[in-house]
């Protein structure tokens, strides 16, 4: 019998320049390994809640084995309580939401959570002062307020503040998918463009140094890539590797999630093991650019 990996995300460049990069990542995979006795099935799950429940449905009822996907956080929050009951493990390179698992015994995820991204940006704020203040929005996505909600729940033990003001900001954050963060730096008012400016995970992408200005106050939080040389523009791309990789790692037998939840898996991204869901191994950074590039200048 087949070993059949179910995948779900957008495919579509037009609506997401992140597919480029997951499609990049899939055609590497079947180029690179063996897929002897694989077959893969697609469903776009349109990154939103009721998309990542008609994906879901239609994996499930077409046999997936294993899924990869989904990557945005408000489609996987949908679409996880479906894989749970039909009792199919889900490999989520890189949706952050911070509940998405742990009560979940068949989601596993490889990235920083959004806890573990802002545990690190929280850091990186107290270095501008202990009575900061900082203001911090988000673009009404599941994604960016759970990122929001997560460093407004960190900053509560620390001194910081705080603000609704764009004229007290001593730091600004934004929480939000791509192309929103792209938009919102281009808005931004002359008077913040040179204090310092945090964005999330989805900001770190090729497409939007292409699309903004350079801002030397510009920093953006996300993935620690496992390797020398290795820039934040592949960040995306190693998470969608590496989850093809343990996927396929799960065809050769025994209890499938047995092996996720003892396993240690070599991947691109440098080992993965799950507890709780989460990935043990996994480090978030804090990126700069610098010459058209995402330079890496502090890790947790």
Known sequence: MPFCIGISAIF?????????????????????????????????????????????????????????????????AGALPLYEAAGIAVLLPAATKQDLVGTLTHA??????????????????????????????????????????????????????????????????????????????????????????????DALSSWFIEQTDALDSLGIVGLATAGVGLSAGETYYQESLAALQIASALRHGGPMLDALHTTTFATVMGDVQFRDGENRFTRAALWKVRNQRFVPFTFA
Request: charged share 25%.
């Open 12 to 76: 579509e460049s037009a609506r997401t320049v992140h597919a480029r990069t997951f499609l990049a990542a899939i055609n590497h995979f079947i180029n690179t390994h063996d897929t002897t006795g694989l077959t893969f099935i697609f469903e776009d799950d349109d990154a939103s809640p009721e998309g990542g429940r008609r994906a879901a449905r239609r994996l499930i009822s077409r046999g997936a084995d294993v899924v990869v996907g989904h990557f945005s956080s408000d489609a996987a």
């Open 108 to 201: 596993f995820r490889l990235c920083p959570s959004d806890n573990d991204l802002m545990t690190l940006l929280a850091r990186q704020l107290l270095t501008h002062g202990a009575s900061a203040s900082v203001l911090l929005t988000h673009d009404s996505t599941a994604h960016g307020e759970s990122l929001a909600r997560s460093l407004t729940t960190l900053l509560e033990r620390t001194t910081l503040r705080l603000t609704m003001s764009p004229e007290r900001a001593d730091a600004v954050v934004y929480c939000g998918r791509l192309n929103n963060s792209i938009r919102y730096v281009n808005a931004l008012p002359e008077q913040l463009r040179d204090r310092p400016i945090y964005l999330t995970d």
